[in-house]
Antibody, heavy 117, light 107 residues
């Protein structure tokens, strides 16, 4: 059974940093592109970033470039999102997703990030 | 960035109704269009990829069509478990933008 389990969310002050993790199991992690998608309260889904199977290629939504960094450790079957200089508008549920056929075919349950003083 | 516009933003329907949701892209995206279902407090679930391919395990009452800029998600006979919010997404070019969602409610 495919499982994606996010962790690392929580309350952080504006300007702070947070590192999200996504633990993958039930499939060969190193064979898939992976993505992060977020959803602010009551808002639409927003694709954040993705990363190639071997980590050699990464793409970001323009508005987050330079603040967020996606990475992966295939030996640990884990995906990461380093979030820096956090702002109130970054408050959202963050999902990791397994990509295939140009879609997000499997999703984790999400982790809530709240940016507030 | 490619803008995705869904309509309607919400609709009320009864069990057994045929429901159609549309999604329009601001430029041609070929068939790089996906549909997701999301229930409150839950992660999205992939329904349709490549505009018309049914994801494994998804009931056949769900179908998708379209290419270029105009796409449709159809639920042939609405079931109680289908009341949810539906999102389209283009994966033609990054950033992979989503539509605003269509909330399907019980009439």
């Amino acid at each position: 059974e495919v499982q994606l389990v996010e962790s690392g969310g929580g309350l952080v002050q504006p300007g702070g940093s947070l590192r999200l993790s996504c633990a993958a199991s039930g499939f060969t992690f190193s064979r898939y592109w992976m993505s992060w998608v977020r959803q602010a309260p009551g808002k639409r889904l927003e694709w954040v970033a993705n990363i190639k199977e071997d980590g050699s290629e990464k793409h970001y939504v323009d508005s987050l470039k330079g603040r967020f960094i996606i990475s992966r450790d295939n030996a640990k079957n884990s995906l990461y999102l380093q979030m820096n200089s956090l702002r109130a508008e970054d408050t959202a549920v963050y999902y990791c997703a397994r990509d295939s056929n140009h879609c997000h075919e499997e999703w984790g349950q999400g982790t809530l990030v709240t940016v507030s003083s | 960035d490619i803008q995705m516009t869904q309509s309607p933003s919400s609709l009320s329907a009864s069990v057994g109704d045929r429901v159609t949701i549309t999604c329009r892209a601001s430029q041609s995206i070929s068939t790089y269009l996906n549909w997701y279902q999301q229930k409150p407090g839950k992660a999205p679930r992939l329904l349709i990829y490549g505009a018309s391919s049914l994801q494994s395990g998804v009931p056949s009452r769900f179908s998708g069509s379209g290419s270029g800029t105009d796409f449709t998600l159809t639920i042939s006979s609405l079931q109680p478990e289908d009341f949810a919010t539906y999102y389209c997404q283009q994966t033609y070019s990054a950033p992979f933008t989503f539509g605003g969602g269509t909330k399907v409610e019980i009439k």
